[in-house]
């Protein structure tokens, strides 16, 4: 019977190290199509592609102490602090079957947010452009 996997036993792990409490990761691949098209046909003769892009946003609980500077997952400093960051691995790890669901390579930092308000936890919440995604299965 397939087991399905739920965020109660995924990890979030950067680097191979998990990053503190993630209450949510996504990422998506996106593959670009080009239609041929042709003068004198309304039609598209052929569909290419032109490229991929990946991207993967994560939402964590911040803790007091430990920012995603002092995890190694965001870069702060000038211009040639942020170009010569190295890139990142990520990984959606299952802890049960000791494998490897999601693994993303090449991320570079993009976005930054926080949330906070009066009755909740303060949140902090990261995206990242990536150069590959592959699944447990294409590893």
């Known amino acids: 019977m397939p087991t399905a996997i739920s965020g109660a036993r995924a990890r979030f792990i950067v680097n191979n190290t998990e990053v503190g409490w993630a209450t949510g990761v996504s990422a998506s691949e996106n593959i670009s199509q080009q239609p041929i098209d042709v003068m004198g ?32 997952v965001w870069v702060t400093g000038g211009t040639a602090d942020v ?13 049960i079957t000791d494998v490897t669901i ?13 949330s906070i308000d009066s009755r909740g936890l303060m949140t902090a919440n990261v995206s990242f452009l990536a150069l590959r995604m592959y699944d447990e299965n294409s590893q």
């Open 83 to 95: 170009i010569n960051f190295k890139k990142m691995t990520a990984e959606i790890y299952d802890p």
């Open 102 to 114: 999601w693994r993303v390579e090449g991320l570079a930092c993009q976005t930054r947010t926080w």
């Open 41 to 72: 046909f309304i039609d598209p003769v052929e569909i290419e592609a032109t490229g991929r892009s990946v991207t993967i946003q994560a939402s964590a609980m911040r803790l007091l102490g430990e920012s995603m500077v002092q995890q190694g």
